[in-house]
């Protein structure tokens, strides 16, 4: 090939090429091309990775199975007895349960299933009397009403023990009013071997085993 003809061709060339990027520009096809790739990405997050979808629809599902299960259990339940031992056992529970369930645990896992719910009865009945503070564990920590509170403390729970899940069982079927309790608006109770004053000022709702309620 002749120098002249190399020449024309690479003028050709480079007039072809001039052509291009000039309709390139007019056509905006090369604007901000920083961000197509930003765009690109940030769409596909949003919708490959919808956390926000799967937390509304997964989360219900467990808590509404718990709630079928105890459905079940208190429809199926033909005694307070076979209610309790029909209840799923949670160990994670709310610090006003964790007081209910110790309350019932402390005065009473000695008692018949029926003075377990009652004390239990007694202290939801408290709260929710506004004679009493506001919440289980202000009922049961109040100053100078359940014996087994030491210096604002509860003393240590054998957790791994039957009366620990019983008491649990037990809490939670009087918060939930899963079983109706012979307490029925008590308020307060004693041992049948003590004879408090104030004792004489209330009425007497019922007498379970060595407990007696009163309103």
């Known amino acids: 090939m002749s120098r002249k003809t190399r020449f024309s061709l690479y003028a050709a060339l480079a007039a072809c090429t001039a052509f291009t990027i000039a309709s390139a520009e007019g056509s905006g096809a090369n604007a901000q091309p920083g961000e197509n790739p930003e765009i690109a990405e940030t769409a596909v997050t949003e919708e490959v990775v919808p956390v926000f979808v799967e937390n509304e629809v997964v989360q219900p599902v467990p808590e509404r199975a718990a709630e079928d299960e105890v459905d079940a259990a208190v429809s199926s339940a033909s005694s307070l ?21 110790g309350a019932v645990y402390f005065e009473s896992r000695g008692e018949p299933l029926a003075g377990q719910l009652a004390v239990a009865q007694v202290v939801i009945n408290r709260a929710d009397s506004h004679l009493f503070p506001e919440s289980y564990c202000a009922v049961v920590y109040q100053r100078a009403q359940f014996s087994f509170v030491r210096g604002g403390t509860m003393p240590r729970i054998r957790r791994g023990s039957a009366a620990w899940k019983r008491a649990k069982a037990v809490a939670r079927i009087a918060h939930e009013g899963l079983w109706e309790s012979e307490a029925a608006d008590s308020l307060y109770f004693h041992a049948n071997y003590v004879r408090p004053a104030w004792s004489r000022t209330k009425q007497a709702r019922a007498t379970i085993d060595t407990h007696i309620f009163y309103r």
């Open 81 to 101: 007895r076979e209610l309790v031992r029909r209840i799923p056992d949670r160990e994670a529970l709310s610090r006003d349960m964790e007081c209910l369930a």
